[in-house]
């Protein structure tokens, strides 16, 4: 995987860490001050006579109402063609000019433009950039083709998991110990999730960012440790489930950016730091739901065709792989849904399209997607046993069973590596890796089955046999009958960088019914457990548990069920 590096400018006495953050020693001595600017300038592509390049510049002075942005090529690389900004070149020197539409810059505004070159020879980055005269720090860097910068961060490793411990959440695990019996699963590491704005400072006396990157150091001691974070606060999000809607409204990605992304990449940046092995989750449910609940499907929701219109969940999506991304030792998994969402024909393809169009947009590349995560924050079985998606029972096919219903896979084992097939095939990285979500979809207990059905149908062959119990794969809210799934367990298969805990077990996902709260978080008929269901699942009941609180609050029902009905069993 490739990474970036930060080029400080001789022009200022600099402060900076081992990443792209820097700040400039005030002259007056009054503290520091940050920089007047910066650029991300990313090589995308490069081939032996050309390449392209995006550029974006992030203002830091006072608003602008038009900006000129200069560097000069060491080498004899020539601008062919851009987009985004008029660009002209005079020798070595290059002005990129704004457009009559993106003149405006605000303070800690940024403006993105790229194009397209040509070069022989070498084709290193620019040292020194100017706006409107004055210097800007640079973060360089970018693609595939890149060789390792002996001065600058060490590479990532191709599987963060293997070789190092995982953080446990000191503030889940004394939940769970609280719990009886819970002390056998209370030392299980799990993901911390920033849901909202004030989760990164620390909200309602929960530890915030740096509290727990700061006890994930500890807890590492002299070896190898990977913390978990969960970066979901898309404006509009989870346009299909009110449970999950966050705070931020559905054309506030200026907010997103500025109030959430930033700040996050920020404290990661922080060279104390630099030592964790830190993965990301990238905002969970939100591109497979611009694929599956948009347009004509029975299945679509207005507020996601919002979405997809206003393009915020791509442009988020992008933002933030290319904000983490620039810091070297930050793993970034974007959330690729579920077989019992994803696995169908008419949606395989598209989702994966839709993840490489996100993770091109607003300066980031693929190279800043180390991999995907499947199952997050679901019960999807990690692998069915008693069928197969080849099985034929009384002349039909495992695939026609209303269970089934024409999905391609059948657990999600099978569907993640198939879908890490198609990832690659759509331009991602050959060596990317899948995690899967094992927190809940474990299904132990007495209704464990323990062979195939009868064979008098394809529904009594596959309903028989089949260990994830509900009443249907497109339930998701506090599922009854789940169990703890296998534990956290670094490259457990072929393409699987690790099997997690990324949503802490016992933690809620939608309140039973409508609870006031200032998280932004609304009452979702599916978390009632007497809802009778709706297109997306196919009219089924809810399948949910009762008397659940809001979610991400402690369900110590839930989490007790969980525990009764783990498999692996727990001992």
Known sequence: MSRTRTALLAAMALVAGATGTAFAVDPGGAGIAAVPCTVDYKIQNQWSTGFTAAVTLTNNSAAKSSWSLKWSYAGNQKVTSGWNAKISQSGAAVTAANETYNGQLATGGSVSFGFQGSYSGSNAIPATFTLDGVTCNVDGGGGPTDPPDPGGPSTRVNNPYEGAKVYVNPEWSANAAAEPGGSRVSGQPTGVWLDRIAAINGAGGKMGLRDHLDEALRQKGSGELVVQFVIYNLPGRDCSALASNGELKADEIGRYKTEYIDPIKAILADPKYASLRIVTTVEIDSLPNLVTNTGSRPTAVPQCDVMKANGNYVKGVGYALNKLGDVPNVYNYVDAGHHGWIGWDDNFGPTAAIMKEAATAEGATVNDVHGFITNTANYSALKEDNFTINDTVAGKSVRESKWVDWNRYVDELSYAQGFRNQLVSAGFDANIGMLIDTSRNGWGGAARPTGPGAS????????????????????????????????????????????????????????????????????DRMCDPTYTGNPRNNNNMSGALPDAPLSGKWFSAQFRQLMQNAYPPLS
């Open 456 to 523: 008098t149908s394809v529904d009594t062959y596959v309903d028989g046999g089949r260990y994830d119990r509900r009443l249907n794969a497109g339930n998701w809210c506090n599922q009854a009958g789940a169990g703890l799934g296998e534990r956290p367990k670094a490259a457990p298969a072929a393409g699987i960088d690790a099997y997690v805990w990324m949503k802490p077990p016992g933690e809620s996902d939608g309140a039973s019914k409508q609870i006031p709260n200032d998280e932004g978080k609304g009452f």
